[in-house]
């Protein structure tokens, strides 16, 4: 089965590294799968950049298109909240760059292509009879614009007076952007679409969205390498850090630091309250990170990309912490699991999905961080439940969440697609 992954980086950032486990997975299940990316870090032969510009005409039509996009966002720019992620348009400087960059294939799996994928010529030039399944790392590809809603809930309608950009207008940038959503998707042939969420908190979003809401849903959790994640020494994992051997140590990670969504500042309000636990440490992952206020000592990795060094980190640490305000299924929560590290973090979006309370972790109320702070002293003052989490961890990741379960999953979805297409076309002749 020839498959043509399609996402904006290779490996760098946690749903790209979901999308490249996966590709390499089918590698190695025996099918013909690449990855047709925006920005390629890996030199992985199987992973296809988009070609730089040669022409004088296609980098001026990538600056035009990129200019134009600009200006339609720039009367927000005064407006917009602070702290936000981004917010992407419909449109990208790519245009049809990349339906002509696309290899021959059986299957399209769409994953993270925000400012990469061109609504309206991608779905324009797919040809019908062939299968699209899109993994959703976020909200985007059915909002106007946001990756996450932050509860505002408009994309149930149609979007506008978009608080993410600071509007009151019914018909703002948010508004036109799913207007064009909505004309690219009436493109596509009945059932070539097929959305697969990471958990039942983004198949229900799906359900709601006005965009989405009558696409086929499949529900397929992100797995990993569970050899390369697994539980290590403790002890050496934390001299290969200089992390005291006594410490009792939170561990953070997130692609950045300063992301509003992720909660950094929730968790640093807890850790403040936890001042009086002897030998506290905080070790954190994600760039944009220098330079922060911590009552307690701090050790900052910055970005980490390397799975092996991120599974040494996870087993480095005592309790891992999500304290995000609203989160999809995070790749993080599995890592942490599959190294035998339980988890805190607030019940929110597929969080729960993984941290099953008093089994493979505790949660507290979004955004309470006292309550935050109650849960990892809970964790961190008993060290046999500590343990007997860390097996529960290592159990359900080894039975949920291995990659070769999670491949074969998607290679039975490609077949139900493309048997669905065989009929379709034998009916139509």
């Not at 040669?54 to 339609?72: E, H, P, Q, V």
Request: proline share 6%; with cysteine; glycine share 8%.
């Amino acid at each position: 089965m020839r498959i043509v992954h399609i996402s904006h980086n290779d490996i760098a950032g946690g749903a790209a590294r979901a999308a490249y486990r996966l590709h390499r997975s089918l590698i190695a299940l025996g099918h013909d799968s690449r990855m047709l990316v925006a920005r390629k870090t890996s030199d992985d032969p199987s992973v296809i950049g988009l070609p730089w510009p040669g022409s004088l005409a296609t980098r001026l039509r990538r600056r035009l298109r990129r200019d134009l996009i600009k200006r339609d966002f720039r009367p927000y720019q005064a407006t917009r909240p602070t702290g936000l992620e981004s917010f992407s348009d419909d449109r990208t400087a790519y245009g049809h760059e990349l339906i002509r960059a696309l290899p021959p294939c059986d299957v399209v799996n769409l994953h993270y292509a925000a400012g990469l994928l061109d609504y309206a010529s991608f779905f324009a030039r797919l040809p019908r009879g062939t299968p699209v399944a899109w993994r959703l790392p976020d909200m985007q590809a059915f909002t106007g614009g946001c990756h996450y809603d932050e509860f505002c809930g408009r994309y149930i309608d149609a979007c506008g007076a978009c608080p993410q950009l600071g509007s009151l207008a019914p018909h703002d940038l948010s508004q036109k952007i799913w207007g064009r959503k909505r004309a690219a998707f009436a493109r596509l042939a009945p059932g070539q679409l097929h959305i697969v969420a990471l958990n039942s908190w983004i198949a229900a979003e799906v359900r709601r969205s006005s965009l989405l809401r009558d696409v086929p849903i499949s529900v397929i959790a992100n797995g990993l390498d569970i050899a390369t994640f697994a539980p290590q020494d403790k002890a050496a994992a934390r001299a290969a850090f200089g992390i005291p051997h006594d410490a009792r140590v939170v561990l953070f990670v997130a692609a950045s630091v300063t992301n509003r969504r992720k909660g950094f500042d929730l968790l640093v309000q807890a850790l403040a309250a936890l001042r009086d636990l002897p030998r506290l440490f905080l070790v954190t992952i994600g760039r944009g990170g220098a330079g922060i206020d911590s009552a307690i000592p701090l050790l900052e990795l910055g970005a980490v990309n390397d799975d092996a060094r991120l599974a040494l980190a996870y087993s480095a640490a005592d309790v891992y912490v999500i304290p995000s305000r609203q989160d999809n299924l995070p790749n993080t929560v599995i890592e942490a699991m599959a190294c035998g590290t339980p988890t805190v973090g607030f019940a929110v979006g597929g969080v729960p999905d993984m941290v099953r309370p008093g089994v493979t972790g505790l949660l507290a109320p979004p955004e309470d961080s006292a309550a935050l702070a109650d849960q990892i002293r809970a964790l961190l003052a008993d060290a046999g439940r500590c343990d007997t989490m860390a097996q529960h961890c290592r159990r359900i990741a080894l039975a949920e969440h291995d990659q070769l379960r999670q491949s074969m999953r998607y290679v039975e979805l490609y077949t139900r697609l493309l048997t669905a297409r065989t009929m379709h076309a034998a009916q139509g002749r």
